[in-house]
Nanobody
């Protein structure tokens, strides 16, 4: 059993900042986490990839968040973060954590968090 526990969402004014975190929780002692990502989905829109970080630390970002958002990970704590600065109303969405991992002898697959609401409004 694997759970992705997200936190850090909330209501913030334009120009403000939030820091999202996503911790991978499992009772299994043998597992490997590969890529870790943040997605978001606004009402009526498709889910889009916001940021991605590889196990080695290589990163990719959605063009509209470059320079404002920073993704990072703590491999020892099995946690991925998304620092969001200079937030805009257009950033309002539900943000989802996604990880690729293998568990024991199970082949690698993707796992999703439940999502955390980020609302940017005055």
């Amino acid at each position: 059993q694997v759970q992705l526990v997200e936190s850090g969402g909330g209501l913030v004014q334009p120009g403000g900042s939030l820091r999202l975190s996503c911790a991978v929780s499992t009772s299994r002692s043998s597992f490997t986490i590969y890529d870790m990502c943040w997605y978001r989905q606004a009402p009526g829109d498709a889910r889009e990839l916001v940021a991605q970080i590889s196990r080695g630390g290589a990163t990719n970002y959605l063009d509209s968040v470059k320079g404002r958002f920073t993704i990072s990970r703590d491999n020892a704590k099995n946690t991925v973060f998304l620092q969001m600065n200079s937030l805009k109303p257009e950033d309002t969405a539900v943000y989802f954590c996604n990880v690729e991992m293998s568990i024991g002898v199970i082949r690698r697959g993707q796992y999703w968090g439940q999502g955390t609401q980020v609302t940017v409004s005055s």
